[in-house]
């Protein structure tokens, strides 16, 4: 527990001395409070302000597609990179330098490919193919699937991943808070997911979509500022590598590990596998349903590889950084602190206050996103297919929004645990996300031979394959890797055996390929 001392400069100003376990000392004042409580401020007034615009499922799930380029890009990348870019690369860095850039390089990749191949193709898709408002609901629309299996068992899988997803972010903002304010980690998650499932409860997805595009902006600029301040500090971008390297030589090596070893075959396929999850993420996957049309996907392609490119490599550099103009090492989880820990030591209180509030903006980016993803699946694919049918358009937003306090409270219990690594469980949920719907999005959109039963094969087959492959943690290879192969090769093998597809689907398909929405 932290030790809060108080005391007052002058009658308008009070510092809090933080003294905080493993050594870590922040000084904050009433401006970090302020920054902080204007921020959430701010991002509830947008949820409430576009409660009133919300009347209906696509509405609240796809803003009526009508998202523009700079908002479905921002959007995007906002949603995908939360605490994990902020804390979780920067900790990984501190502790292995270039090594971690691996990640970095397959991240980088898989958004491009996504960006390019997935992006327009699906928007095209889920329109004509029934208007759908989630990627079960997609499915089964694509391959008319009357069984609801199409519906149920992507649903599962995207409520089991989507719980540990959410939980890495409150995870993340229990760091946070724990950090800056020296609240008991405890109640600083519960007070981050709080200000989260606010505005996702009452603003649904235009809510979340401005507020990411926001977030996005603030996350840009912060992730930038930390590194480039920190080594003009220290009399410059060649003084710092000099420093970085006379500290430890092996940081900017990137085939070593941060015990000195080198980096093998299994390890170089794992970290660049992170790429191959970009097509089964439905938090991302759902901003490309949404957008006005495939004539926005250029431009929102060309501002989301400009801002990822960036954003990892300044997040990367944060880490290696951090070794040298930190005086005192961060052990442990602590390492995911380090950006933290460098802004409040740089910055006057009230620009602490602002970037530090661009780490609460992407854990809330991301969370937020999540949580209305994992709604739309119990709302539309469990409720409204097994137990009300008939349900209105007003009964299922209410169902969505108490899912969300459900699917919340549920993730919030999960993250109770301080000592996990915030990377470790983004990786577990990425890889079920990526096997699972990765395979299954891209033969359903660019095979016209694949099967709603090599689907729903390829769906069980690669997230169960990542379940039971991250017990026994086989051969040291991410667990992406088998799971996507198991994957694929099922609804190939599947598909080949179940028959021909209806003519009806085959000329969707047609449709797609000669569609300009």
Not at 54 to 79: C, H, I, P, Q
Not at 358 to 379: D, R
Not at 448 to 455: E, F
Request: proline share 3%.
């Amino acid at each position: 527990m932290p030790i809060i001392k108080l005391y007052k400069k002058n009658p308008f100003d009070y510092n809090f001395n933080v003294f905080l376990e493993g050594g870590i000392f922040l000084t904050n004042d009433l401006m970090i409070i302020n920054a902080f409580v204007l921020y959430i401020g701010c991002m509830m007034a947008i949820g409430v302000y576009y409660y009133r615009q919300t009347k209906n499922m696509s509405d609240y799930f796809l803003g009526n597609r009508r998202l523009g380029a700079w908002v479905t890009s921002l959007s995007a990348e906002a949603s995908d990179m939360s605490g994990w870019m902020l804390m979780g690369v920067p900790g990984f860095a501190y502790l292995a330098g270039l090594n971690a850039g691996w990640i970095a390089v397959g991240i980088a990749i898989g958004t491009w490919a996504n960006w390019q191949f997935v992006a327009a193709r699906l928007r095209r898709y889920t329109e004509l193919a029934g208007n759908a408002l989630t990627l079960p609901e997609f499915l089964q629309n694509r391959y008319k699937d009357t069984s609801n299996l199409l519906r149920i068992v992507p649903a599962i899988f995207i409520l089991i991943f989507f719980i540990l997803y959410t939980s890495s972010g409150f995870v993340s903002a229990g760091r946070l808070f724990e950090t800056v304010f020296g609240l008991d980690f405890q109640i600083a998650i519960i007070l981050g997911a709080g200000s989260v499932v606010f505005y996702t409860l009452i603003g649904g997805f235009l809510a979340v979509s401005r507020t990411d595009f926001i977030q996005g902006v603030m996350m840009f600029f912060a992730i930038l500022l930390v590194p480039t301040c920190a080594a003009m500090s220290m009399g410059g971008f060649g003084e710092t590598m000099t420093a970085i390297s006379n500290f430890k030589a092996s940081m900017f090596d990137p085939f070593l590990k941060p015990d000195g070893s080198q980096i093998g075959f299994i390890e170089v396929v794992s970290l660049l596998a992170w790429g191959i999850g970009y097509f089964g993420q439905p938090h991302i996957l759902v901003r490309f349903m949404a957008v006005k049309s495939t004539a926005e996907i250029p431009q929102a392609t060309r501002i989301a590889m400009t801002w990822v490119i960036l954003s990892l490599a300044a997040a990367v550099a944060v880490g290696m950084v951090g070794t040298v103009y930190l005086t005192t090492p961060l052990e442990g989880t602590d390492a995911e602190k380090v950006f933290l820990v460098m802004t409040n030591n740089l910055f006057p209180p009230i620009i602490a206050g602002i970037v530090l509030s661009a780490v609460l903006a992407a854990i809330m980016s991301t969370a937020s996103s999540q949580l209305l993803v994992a709604a739309s699946a119990f709302a539309q694919d469990f409720y409204k297919t097994l137990i009300r049918k008939d349900a209105d358009q007003t009964e299922l937003v209410w169902i969505s929004r108490a899912s969300v306090l459900i699917i919340a409270s549920i993730a919030v219990y999960l993250g109770f645990n301080p000592n996990s690594f915030i990377l470790d469980m983004v990786a577990y949920a990425w890889a079920g996300f990526g096997a699972a719907f990765g395979p299954a999005l891209l033969m359903s959109l660019f095979w016209k031979r694949t099967t709603r039963a090599g689907v729903i094969a390829g769906i069980i087959v690669g997230g169960v394959t990542v379940l039971a492959w991250k017990q026994f943690d086989v051969l040291g290879l991410y667990e992406i890797v088998p799971g996507f192969i198991f994957s694929l090769i099922a609804i190939y093998i599947i598909s080949k055996i179940s028959g021909e597809p209806d003519k009806e689907i085959l000329d969707t398909f047609e449709k797609v390929n000669e569609s300009k929405i």
